[in-house]
Protein backbone atom coordinates (compact mmCIF):
# COMPACT_ATOMS: atom_id res chain seq x y z
CA UNK A 1 0.00 0.00 0.00
CA UNK A 2 1.22 3.36 -0.87
CA UNK A 3 1.24 5.71 1.93
CA UNK A 4 1.57 8.62 0.09
CA UNK A 5 -1.73 7.94 -2.14
CA UNK A 6 -4.56 10.75 -1.84
CA UNK A 7 -7.70 9.90 -0.28
CA UNK A 8 -10.24 8.18 -2.47
CA UNK A 9 -12.92 10.27 -4.38
CA UNK A 10 -16.43 9.94 -4.22
CA UNK A 11 -17.79 7.87 -7.54
CA UNK A 12 -19.08 10.02 -10.53
CA UNK A 13 -17.82 12.00 -13.09
CA UNK A 14 -15.06 14.56 -12.05
CA UNK A 15 -14.69 17.93 -13.89
CA UNK A 16 -11.62 18.57 -15.52
CA UNK A 17 -11.03 21.29 -13.29
CA UNK A 18 -8.94 20.13 -10.23
CA UNK A 19 -9.60 22.77 -7.56
CA UNK A 20 -13.64 22.91 -9.07
CA UNK A 21 -15.68 22.51 -5.58
CA UNK A 22 -17.93 19.85 -6.61
CA UNK A 23 -20.39 20.41 -3.91
CA UNK A 24 -21.19 23.93 -4.79
CA UNK A 25 -21.40 22.97 -8.22
CA UNK A 26 -24.07 20.98 -6.82
CA UNK A 27 -25.75 23.34 -4.70
CA UNK A 28 -25.77 26.07 -7.69
CA UNK A 29 -27.26 23.85 -9.93
CA UNK A 30 -30.05 22.14 -7.54
CA UNK A 31 -30.78 25.86 -6.06
CA UNK A 32 -31.55 27.14 -9.96
CA UNK A 33 -33.23 23.79 -10.68
CA UNK A 34 -35.71 24.36 -7.47
CA UNK A 35 -36.74 27.99 -8.22
CA UNK A 36 -37.30 27.65 -12.17
CA UNK A 37 -39.22 23.82 -10.98
CA UNK A 38 -40.22 23.97 -7.96
CA UNK A 39 -38.59 21.66 -5.19
CA UNK A 40 -41.59 18.73 -5.60
CA UNK A 41 -40.39 18.44 -9.04
CA UNK A 42 -36.96 18.75 -9.34
CA UNK A 43 -35.22 15.32 -8.88
CA UNK A 44 -31.82 14.22 -7.59
CA UNK A 45 -31.82 12.65 -11.19
CA UNK A 46 -32.19 16.02 -13.00
CA UNK A 47 -30.01 17.48 -10.78
CA UNK A 48 -27.25 15.52 -11.40
CA UNK A 49 -27.89 15.34 -15.07
CA UNK A 50 -27.95 19.25 -15.26
CA UNK A 51 -24.49 19.55 -12.90
CA UNK A 52 -22.97 16.90 -15.42
CA UNK A 53 -22.61 13.87 -12.48
CA UNK A 54 -24.04 11.04 -11.27
CA UNK A 55 -26.65 10.44 -9.22
CA UNK A 56 -24.46 8.92 -6.64
CA UNK A 57 -22.08 12.26 -6.51
CA UNK A 58 -25.15 14.14 -5.31
CA UNK A 59 -26.10 11.49 -2.25
CA UNK A 60 -22.52 11.60 -1.77
CA UNK A 61 -22.47 14.71 -0.49
CA UNK A 62 -25.72 15.66 0.01
CA UNK A 63 -27.32 11.69 1.45
CA UNK A 64 -30.65 12.79 0.90
CA UNK A 65 -33.18 15.16 0.01
CA UNK A 66 -34.00 16.78 3.08
CA UNK A 67 -30.13 17.28 4.24
CA UNK A 68 -29.63 19.27 0.30
CA UNK A 69 -33.14 21.37 1.53
CA UNK A 70 -31.44 22.27 4.58
CA UNK A 71 -28.09 23.04 2.66
CA UNK A 72 -29.93 25.28 0.53
CA UNK A 73 -31.58 27.64 3.03
CA UNK A 74 -28.32 27.37 5.40
CA UNK A 75 -26.03 28.01 2.61
CA UNK A 76 -28.26 30.11 0.33
CA UNK A 77 -31.22 31.72 1.40
CA UNK A 78 -30.08 32.65 4.92
CA UNK A 79 -26.93 34.72 4.00
CA UNK A 80 -28.95 36.32 1.39
CA UNK A 81 -31.34 37.50 4.34
CA UNK A 82 -28.18 38.28 6.55
CA UNK A 83 -26.86 40.41 4.00
CA UNK A 84 -30.23 42.41 3.54
CA UNK A 85 -30.65 42.86 7.23
CA UNK A 86 -27.04 43.84 8.06
CA UNK A 87 -27.65 47.65 7.96
CA UNK A 88 -30.04 47.96 10.75
CA UNK A 89 -28.03 45.67 12.73
CA UNK A 90 -24.68 47.58 12.07
CA UNK A 91 -25.80 50.95 12.57
CA UNK A 92 -29.20 51.38 15.15
CA UNK A 93 -29.17 55.26 14.99
CA UNK A 94 -29.96 54.77 11.15
CA UNK A 95 -33.05 56.85 10.67
CA UNK A 96 -36.06 54.98 9.05
CA UNK A 97 -35.27 56.88 5.02
CA UNK A 98 -31.93 56.06 5.18
CA UNK A 99 -32.67 52.14 6.47
CA UNK A 100 -34.97 52.08 3.51
CA UNK A 101 -32.72 53.19 0.94
CA UNK A 102 -30.61 50.40 1.99
CA UNK A 103 -32.82 48.17 2.09
CA UNK A 104 -33.62 48.40 -1.21
CA UNK A 105 -30.23 48.71 -2.76
CA UNK A 106 -29.29 45.67 -1.30
CA UNK A 107 -32.31 43.69 -2.04
CA UNK A 108 -31.35 44.62 -5.39
CA UNK A 109 -27.64 43.85 -5.24
CA UNK A 110 -28.29 39.96 -3.84
CA UNK A 111 -31.31 39.49 -6.44
CA UNK A 112 -28.59 40.78 -9.19
CA UNK A 113 -25.91 38.10 -7.78
CA UNK A 114 -28.90 35.38 -7.36
CA UNK A 115 -31.49 36.01 -9.71
CA UNK A 116 -32.88 32.23 -8.92
CA UNK A 117 -33.96 34.46 -5.36
CA UNK A 118 -37.13 36.24 -6.24
CA UNK A 119 -38.67 32.90 -8.03
CA UNK A 120 -37.64 30.50 -5.11
CA UNK A 121 -38.89 33.27 -2.67
CA UNK A 122 -42.53 33.17 -4.17
CA UNK A 123 -42.80 29.33 -5.22
CA UNK A 124 -40.99 27.80 -1.41
CA UNK A 125 -41.04 30.45 1.33
CA UNK A 126 -44.53 32.64 0.26
CA UNK A 127 -46.26 29.98 -1.33
CA UNK A 128 -48.92 28.02 1.14
CA UNK A 129 -47.20 24.36 1.41
CA UNK A 130 -43.53 25.58 0.12
CA UNK A 131 -40.88 23.04 0.93
CA UNK A 132 -38.69 25.79 2.36
CA UNK A 133 -40.96 27.79 4.32
CA UNK A 134 -40.79 26.54 7.61
CA UNK A 135 -36.61 25.56 7.25
CA UNK A 136 -37.15 29.94 6.32
CA UNK A 137 -38.99 30.57 9.78
CA UNK A 138 -36.24 29.41 11.84
CA UNK A 139 -33.83 31.67 9.86
CA UNK A 140 -35.38 34.91 9.70
CA UNK A 141 -34.51 37.33 11.49
CA UNK A 142 -37.70 38.24 13.34
CA UNK A 143 -35.53 40.39 15.92
CA UNK A 144 -34.07 42.50 13.25
CA UNK A 145 -38.11 43.16 11.69
CA UNK A 146 -39.40 44.07 15.61
CA UNK A 147 -36.17 46.28 15.54
CA UNK A 148 -36.93 48.20 12.43
CA UNK A 149 -40.72 48.48 13.36
CA UNK A 150 -39.76 49.58 16.93
CA UNK A 151 -37.51 52.47 15.23
CA UNK A 152 -40.42 53.81 12.32
CA UNK A 153 -42.73 53.98 15.23
CA UNK A 154 -40.23 56.13 17.09
CA UNK A 155 -39.51 58.18 14.25
CA UNK A 156 -44.11 58.26 13.46
CA UNK A 157 -44.45 59.84 17.03
CA UNK A 158 -42.08 62.11 16.27
CA UNK A 159 -43.77 63.73 13.33
CA UNK A 160 -40.66 62.17 10.57
CA UNK A 161 -42.46 59.54 9.46
CA UNK A 162 -46.66 58.97 8.27
CA UNK A 163 -48.27 58.18 11.14
CA UNK A 164 -50.72 56.18 8.95
CA UNK A 165 -48.56 53.56 7.75
CA UNK A 166 -48.21 50.45 10.16
CA UNK A 167 -44.47 50.69 11.54
CA UNK A 168 -44.41 46.32 11.23
CA UNK A 169 -45.90 46.15 8.00
CA UNK A 170 -43.09 48.94 6.37
CA UNK A 171 -40.58 45.66 5.60
CA UNK A 172 -42.99 43.81 4.23
CA UNK A 173 -43.64 46.31 1.82
CA UNK A 174 -40.06 46.79 0.96
CA UNK A 175 -39.70 43.05 -0.07
CA UNK A 176 -43.10 42.54 -1.53
CA UNK A 177 -42.24 45.33 -3.70
CA UNK A 178 -38.88 44.49 -5.12
CA UNK A 179 -39.33 40.65 -4.89
CA UNK A 180 -42.48 40.24 -6.54
CA UNK A 181 -42.09 42.07 -9.87
CA UNK A 182 -38.78 40.20 -10.31
CA UNK A 183 -40.22 36.72 -9.22
CA UNK A 184 -42.97 37.34 -12.20
CA UNK A 185 -40.67 39.19 -14.66
CA UNK A 186 -40.79 36.69 -17.12
CA UNK A 187 -44.65 35.91 -16.84
CA UNK A 188 -44.96 39.83 -17.45
CA UNK A 189 -42.42 39.96 -20.58
CA UNK A 190 -44.76 37.56 -22.21
CA UNK A 191 -47.40 39.31 -21.76
CA UNK A 192 -48.81 41.02 -24.65
CA UNK A 193 -48.23 45.09 -24.73
CA UNK A 194 -46.58 45.38 -21.54
CA UNK A 195 -43.11 46.29 -21.37
CA UNK A 196 -40.10 44.76 -20.08
CA UNK A 197 -39.49 44.98 -16.36
CA UNK A 198 -36.01 47.16 -16.51
CA UNK A 199 -34.14 46.89 -12.85
CA UNK A 200 -33.53 50.52 -13.23
CA UNK A 201 -36.76 51.62 -13.45
CA UNK A 202 -38.02 49.22 -10.65
CA UNK A 203 -35.64 50.96 -8.38
CA UNK A 204 -37.03 54.22 -8.92
CA UNK A 205 -40.88 52.87 -8.64
CA UNK A 206 -39.69 51.77 -5.70
CA UNK A 207 -38.25 54.25 -4.15
CA UNK A 208 -40.55 56.71 -5.06
CA UNK A 209 -43.73 54.61 -3.77
CA UNK A 210 -41.83 53.96 -0.37
CA UNK A 211 -40.23 57.29 0.42
CA UNK A 212 -43.18 58.98 -0.52
CA UNK A 213 -45.16 56.95 1.22
CA UNK A 214 -43.51 57.37 4.73
CA UNK A 215 -43.29 61.45 4.33
CA UNK A 216 -45.34 62.98 6.98
CA UNK A 217 -48.92 63.32 5.98
CA UNK A 218 -49.96 66.93 5.11
CA UNK A 219 -51.08 69.11 8.02
CA UNK A 220 -54.73 68.76 9.50
CA UNK A 221 -55.43 72.56 8.48
CA UNK A 222 -55.55 70.97 4.89
CA UNK A 223 -58.31 68.51 5.65
CA UNK A 224 -62.06 69.02 4.02
CA UNK A 225 -64.07 71.57 5.78
CA UNK A 226 -66.42 68.72 7.20
CA UNK A 227 -63.81 66.53 9.04
CA UNK A 228 -62.41 69.78 10.70
CA UNK A 229 -65.64 70.74 11.83
CA UNK A 230 -66.32 67.30 13.59
CA UNK A 231 -63.22 68.02 15.18
CA UNK A 232 -63.93 71.19 16.43
CA UNK A 233 -64.30 71.17 20.89
CA UNK A 234 -68.34 71.08 21.53
CA UNK A 235 -69.53 73.26 24.72
CA UNK A 236 -69.26 71.80 27.39
CA UNK A 237 -72.49 70.07 28.79
CA UNK A 238 -74.91 71.19 31.75
CA UNK A 239 -77.81 73.23 33.07
CA UNK A 240 -78.59 76.39 30.84
CA UNK A 241 -78.78 79.62 32.84
CA UNK A 242 -82.45 81.66 32.90
CA UNK A 243 -80.53 84.01 30.82
CA UNK A 244 -79.59 81.26 28.34
CA UNK A 245 -83.57 80.09 28.10
CA UNK A 246 -85.32 83.76 27.88
CA UNK A 247 -86.81 83.45 31.57
CA UNK A 248 -85.86 85.95 34.45
CA UNK A 249 -86.74 85.43 37.76
CA UNK A 250 -90.64 85.05 38.98
CA UNK A 251 -91.82 88.78 39.85
Known sequence: MNPTRSPAKPLGRRPAVEDFDVREHLLDTATRLFSECGIAATTVAQIASEAGVTSALVHYYFTNREKLLDAVADERLAPAAEFVWRPAVEDATSDPFALVHEFVARLFDVTDRMPWLPPLWLREIVNEGGLLRERMMRRIPFDNIKR????????????????????????????????????????????????????????????????????????????????????????????????????????
Open 148 to 251: FGSRVAHAQQDGTVNGNLEAMLLFNSVLALVMLPLATAKIWQNARGLPVIERDALRRHVIALLIGGMQPAPHAASAPAHARAQQQPKPPSGRRSRKDTGTGSPS
